[in-house]
């Protein structure tokens, strides 16, 4: 008869009839336990539990002790990371008030940035009425310098430039600037034509001093902008003329009684034996020295003149040509005030001849010769040949009738 197993005992022994032998946990556990399992006897088989949680302890032991150091470290390092958590709350911290303070510095660079666009257009706008309505210290100078130039007509034209941009601003709301620039300019401009008169007047004294002077371009663009000045345009026209008038009746009683250079052409004078040569000689010599000063005065005076000195010159010339005011003194006047000085030494020469009582013939041609100068000088634009040489042709006419009346 069969005994019958505890339950317990049972359950325990299938487990040990199941369990495999050959599993490699199995074959593992059973080769370490040999390394320190020696002794298989009866209290070793018992204590085998107890060998074995020994065995588990101390390699946790020595695991404790080996991790040790590992350990350190990481506290090391936790402490570190403790550090940094700490500065990285203190950047944060120091980042939100620096990123309150820079929002106010960059309202406020944008409010400046915004004031600096403001200013640089208000500089624009302040260069651009400077360059339209101011003259620069260069052109002041140039209107105040006792030397004259190129730059001081560039100057004069830049106020005459000022003066009509002022007339604009009279226009809007800025009258009260306008009118003074205005005033400005205008002490500008009269000082300088002032200068200009007399500067003008100086070079027009120095063109007595020679028998066919050189006019500069420089004194040609002087009188075109006198031009304007009508007043000191009559003081300069007289001054040449007056200069002229002097050194004109100088050459003709040089030319009458010393000759020219070295004795040629011999003295005028030489042949008043002859009376038609003797007045043919005058009459030419007067109309030869008008064709020169006619060319000199129209080079100094005529609107038409070609003056080449520059871009200044010729904005002159196209302002004068536009708008131009006749001058009270026209040509005319100016020759016959040159030609004055000498009508009365040929005036008195030529009624000597006739007071000598020249025959019909030499009384015929002296008459013709006379009324073809008189006709030819009335084409230069003077009057000085129908005042003076109309009335001796006239009085030659009458004492040709006579003669002929009474030879009848």
């Known amino acids: 008869m069969a005994v019958a197993l505890a339950p317990g005992l049972s359950r325990k022994l299938k487990k040990v009839l199941e369990a495999r032998t ?18 298989n006897n009866q209290q070793a ?15 946790n032991e020595e695991f404790l002790s080996a991790s040790e150091s590992a350990q350190k470290a990481l506290d090391a390092v936790e402490l570190e990371v403790a550090g940094l958590a700490e500065c990285c709350d203190k950047i944060a911290k120091a980042l939100n008030s620096c990123s309150a303070a820079t929002g106010d510095i960059i309202s406020t660079t944008e409010r400046l940035k915004q004031e600096l666009e403001n200013t640089t257009q208000r500089q624009e706008i302040v260069s651009c009425f400077l360059r339209d309505y101011q ?3 260069e052109e002041v100078n140039a209107l105040r310098e006792e030397e ?28 009260r600037a306008g009118l003074e620039l205005m005033d400005m300019m205008a002490v500008y401009q009269e000082g300088a034509y ?12 120095n063109l007595g001093d020679n028998d066919t002077p050189e006019v500069s371009d420089l004194l040609k663009t002087a009188t075109r902008c006198l031009k304007e000045r009508p007043v000191l345009f009559k003081y300069c026209a007289e001054e040449v003329a007056n200069t002229r008038h002097n050194a004109l009746f100088r050459r003709f009683i040089s030319a009458l009684t010393r000759g020219g250079p ?7 004078e030489v042949h008043a034996h002859d009376p038609l040569r003797y007045v043919g000689d005058m009459l030419g010599w007067l109309h030869q020295a008008l064709a020169s000063e006619r060319e000199l005065v129209l080079a100094l005076f ?11 010159a010729r904005r002159f010339s196209r302002d004068l040509d536009g708008d131009y005011v006749k001058p009270e003194m026209g040509m005319s006047f ?10 009365r030494p040929f005036k008195v020469r030529v009624e000597q001849v006739l007071q000598s009582q020249p025959s019909l013939l030499l009384a015929f041609k002296l008459s013709n010769i006379l009324e073809f100068y008189s006709y030819t000088t009335c084409r230069f634009q003077t009057c000085w040949g129908k005042k003076q040489l109309s009335p001796l042709h006239f009085f030659m006419l009458k004492m040709l009738h006579s003669e002929l009346f009474l030879t009848s």
């Open 194 to 205: 002032e200068r200009l008169c007399r500067w003008v007047q100086a070079e027009c004294r």
């Open 262 to 268: 070295g004795g040629m052409p011999r003295p005028i």
């Open 302 to 312: 005529s609107p038409d003149a070609t003056i080449n000195i520059g871009p200044t």
């Open 22 to 39: 050959d599993s490699p946990d199995l074959l593992a556990s059973l080769n370490t336990l040999s390394s320190f399992y020696t002794n």
């Open 45 to 59: 088989r018992r204590n085998l539990r107890s060998t074995i949680e020994k065995r588990a302890l101390a390699i």
């Open 135 to 137: 003259l620069s210290q």
């Open 148 to 175: 004259l130039n190129e730059n001081f007509f560039k100057a004069l034209s830049r106020v005459q430039e000022i003066h009509a941009n002022c007339k604009m601003l009279l226009r809007t709301h800025h009258q």
């Open 334 to 343: 100016i020759l016959d005030r040159i030609f004055e000085g000498v009508c």
